[in-house]
């Protein structure tokens, strides 16, 4: 029983590893008699699990919450800004303002999730190196260097030409409320 017991994970493992690498290895349970095969209930259905991880990884655009409300994030849940100097469907940061300033790029077409409204998404190609920087409603979006971690909205308000993207499109310029040195928290 003990040889079972440590093969079947192993059989288990191996399986796995074959499906990841696209091979069509049999489930290890098949190679067992039917009085040693346990039956669960509660066990996830792979396909729709790699489906949805697969499809998380593959955003570019989403949408999330925070002290400013609902705005664009990508993927990993970073928040994305928009430039007042940039013109619709041209990016005005180049050069040094790249470096604080990064575009959100890609490779194929943008995608997106819940809460972001398709027919805003685009893209154009940058003059600088020719890469493809994502756009909602005309507008070059980009990241800001300080953020961190999902949530952080640190870039907010900077030189007063940098805000916050809202799902409609629109620049969102209030500020992130200050919270006072009495309840634990820092000055944003």
């Known amino acids: 029983m003990r040889l079972r017991t440590r093969v079947l994970p ?3 493992a191996a399986s796995l590893i074959g499906a990841a690498c696209g091979d069509d290895l049999p489930d290890a349970a098949d190679d067992l008699p039917d009085d040693e095969v346990v039956e669960t209930e509660d066990e996830p259905d792979d ?5 949805d991880a697969a499809t998380q990884a593959d955003v570019n655009l989403t ?3 925070s002290p400013l409300g609902e705005h664009l994030v990508d993927g990993d849940g970073l928040t994305l800004y928009l430039f007042d100097n940039d013109e619709p469907g041209e990016s005005n940061c180049t050069g040094d303002c790249l470096a604080s300033w990064p575009p959100l790029t890609v490779d194929d077409e943008p ?15 940058r003059e600088d190196d020719g890469s493809t920087q994502v756009t909602y409603d005309g507008m070059p979006l980009y990241f800001w260097a300080a953020d961190a971690a999902p949530g952080d909205v640190n870039g907010q308000g900077v030189n007063d030409v940098w805000w916050v993207v809202a799902p ?8 992130v409320p200050e919270t006072s ?6 000055e944003y």
């Open 10 to 12: 192993l059989l288990a």
């Open 181 to 186: 040195e009495d309840d634990g928290g820092g």
């Open 63 to 65: 949408v999330a919450d």
């Open 111 to 125: 995608t997106w999730g819940d809460g972001v409204d398709g027919d805003l998404v685009g893209t154009i190609e």
């Open 168 to 175: 409609d499109g629109r620049a969102i310029m209030e500020m």
């Open 47 to 51: 396909a729709a699990t790699e489906n």
